[in-house]
T-cell receptor
Framework: AQKITQTQPGMFVQEKEAVTLDCTYD???????LFWYKQPSSGEMIFLIY??????QNATEGRYSLNFQKARKSANLVISASQLGDSAMYFC????????FGAGTRLTVKP | ETGVTQTPRHLVMGMTNKKSLKCEQH?????MYWYKQSAKKPLELMFV???????ENNSVPSRFSPECPNSSHLFLHLHTLQPEDSALYLC?????????????FGPGTRLTVL
C-alpha cells in the first residue's frame, strides 16, 4: 500500500528566506510519480512540481525545487526567496496505481 | 472558460435533499476525478473516470453517485447525505498517462449538510 507522510503541520518562514517542506513516502511500486500542490485559502489545488521515480536529476520549477532522495524515500519541497503569496497549505502526493495525498503543511510567510 | 471549472462553488442542503455537483474541464484531458477534503483529513480520492468509464471507486457510500457523460463533464449526484459529508469536493482532470499523470484541479464546491 502507498503512504505519504508530511510531519510538519505548520511552518513559518521570513519573507525572502528559503524554506523546506518535508515529505516521505512508502510504496512497493517500482515506478511512481511525486507531486507537490499548493492550496491557498480559496481552496483550489495548484500544481507546483513533479518528480518521476526514475528521474536522475532533481526537478526545478522557478522558485520551487524538489530534493529527491530515493533511498531515503523522501521528496522535500524547497521554496527559495519566500513571498507573502506563498502562504498556503502544501500537499505532497504520489501516483503509482492511484493518487495519494499527504496531510499537508500550512506555510506562513512573515513580512 | 479555461482549466477546470466547478459549480456551484457553495452548496447548503438538508439531509433529504437531492443535488448535483458539476465539473467541466477545458484541457482536452481524458480522465476525471472526484476528491473529498474534510477538515483535518488528507484528501480522499472518491472516483476515477477514464474515457468516460469508471476505473476506480474507493468504497464510497452509495449516497454519492458519479456520472461522466463525456470526457469533458463529470457530475456527482448527492442524495440522503449525512452531516459528516460536509466537506470541500474537488474535481480534477488529467491525460491519464501513468506515473507522470499530473492532475489539474478545479476550485471546489464547499458543501454543508444540515
Amino acid at each position: 500500500a502507498q503512504k505519504i507522510t508530511q510531519t510538519q503541520p505548520g511552518m513559518f518562514v521570513q519573507e525572502k528566506e528559503a524554506v523546506t517542506l518535508d515529505c516521505t513516502y512508502d510504496t512497493s511500486d517500482p515506478s511512481y510519480g511525486l507531486f507537490w500542490y499548493k492550496q491557498p485559502s480559496s481552496g483550489e489545488m495548484i500544481f507546483l512540481i513533479y518528480q518521476g521515480s526514475y528521474d536522475q536529476q532533481n526537478a526545478t520549477e522557478g522558485r520551487y525545487s524538489l530534493n529527491f532522495q530515493k533511498a531515503r524515500k523522501s521528496a522535500n519541497l524547497v521554496i527559495s526567496a519566500s513571498q507573502l503569496g506563498d502562504s498556503a497549505m502544501y500537499f505532497c502526493a504520489m501516483r503509482g496505481f492511484g493518487m495519494r495525498f499527504g496531510a499537508g503543511t500550512r506555510l506562513t510567510v512573515k513580512p | 472558460e479555461t482549466g477546470v471549472t466547478q459549480t456551484p462553488r457553495h452548496l447548503v442542503m438538508g439531509m433529504t435533499n437531492k443535488k448535483s455537483l458539476k465539473c467541466e474541464q477545458h484541457l482536452g484531458h481524458n480522465a476525471m476525478y472526484w476528491y473529498k477534503q474534510s477538515a483535518k483529513k488528507p484528501l480522499e480520492l472518491m472516483f476515477v473516470y477514464s474515457l468516460e468509464e469508471r476505473v476506480e471507486n474507493n468504497s464510497v457510500p452509495s449516497r454519492f453517485s458519479p456520472e461522466c457523460p463525456n470526457s469533458s463533464h463529470l457530475f456527482l449526484h448527492l442524495h440522503t447525505l449525512q452531516p459528516e459529508d460536509s466537506a470541500l469536493y474537488l474535481c480534477a482532470s488529467s491525460l491519464f498517462s501513468g506515473i507522470q499523470d499530473t492532475q489539474y484541479f478545479g476550485p471546489g464546491t464547499r458543501l454543508t449538510v444540515l
